[in-house]
């Protein structure tokens, strides 16, 4: 069992910056990769970001140059950072853990990018 509580959201202007957290816990060490998904109203969850227990990253085309991923093991922690925010980043954002047999979700955290 993976517990993965999101944290960071809120409002922001367009062209400003925030950082989401994502804090894991419970069988850390069966989490082969974390990631980032968003769901903006109406539409699909997509992939926004993954990392790997090896530390490898996969960032979306949509958000690449803008958005980073990271890690801080010592905390169980994931983040997300993101500059040069649009309001079609506009989504509730979702930690994922991929434990190879199965994915575990975080609640989501809001994120409005509006003036």
Do not use: H
Not at 57 to 68: C, E, L, M
């Amino acid at each position: 069992q993976v517990k993965l509580v999101e944290s960071g959201g809120g409002l922001v202007q367009p062209g400003g910056s925030l950082r989401l957290s994502c804090e894991a816990s419970g069988n850390i060490f069966s989490i082969y990769s974390l990631g980032w998904y968003r769901q903006a109203p109406e539409k699909q969850r997509e992939l926004v970001a993954t990392i790997t227990s090896g530390g490898r990253t996969n960032i979306a085309d949509s958000v690449k140059g803008r958005f980073s991923i990271s890690r801080d093991i010592a905390k169980n922690t994931m983040y997300l950072e993101m500059n040069r925010l649009k309001p079609e980043d506009t989504a509730v954002y979702y930690c994922n853990a991929d434990v190879r047999i199965r994915d575990y979700w975080g609640k989501g955290t809001l994120v409005t990018v509006s003036s």
